[in-house]
């Protein structure tokens, strides 16, 4: 069973290039740590202190040998500390999902993911 790690942002709208390089820097980062990075989403319209990462796992005991080896990868902790040296985080929220696997992986095996027709 896969599990996605959702988390939900809350961002100065006033510093949001920041939290796009942040989201940059975790592209590297993240699945050399063993985590498959979905995504990370900034605002575009709408909501502006609203961003979201998704990154999933094989199992909770996947993600928790992620968080291991993240507080020791030294491109990891130097993200974090440009998160608190700049404050463009004001808050962070984490909820655990399980992907319905006919709603979901069916579209990416069908390379059909990022088209909306047909949903």
């Known amino acids: 069973m896969t599990i ?4 939900r942002y809350r961002l100065d709208p006033a510093k949001l290039d920041s ?4 989201a940059q820097n975790w592209a590297q980062i993240i699945p050399a740590c063993g985590g498959q990075l979905v995504g990370y989403f900034l605002p575009y319209e709408g909501c502006n202190v609203e961003g979201f990462g998704l990154i999933s796992f094989a199992s909770l005991a996947e ?3 992620y968080r291991q080896r993240l ?3 030294p491109a990891a902790k ?6 608190q040296q700049e404050g463009f985080i004001l808050a962070e929220y984490r909820t ?13 095996s069908a390379g059909q993911a ?6």
């Open 78 to 83: 130097q993200n974090f500390k440009f998160a």
């Open 19 to 22: 939290f796009r390089l942040y």
């Open 96 to 108: 655990f999902l399980e992907a319905e696997a006919q709603s979901y992986l069916s579209l990416v």
């Open 4 to 7: 996605t790690c959702f988390i």
């Open 71 to 73: 507080k020791q990868d």
């Open 63 to 65: 993600y928790e040998a």
């Open 114 to 119: 990022n088209d909306c027709r047909h949903l």
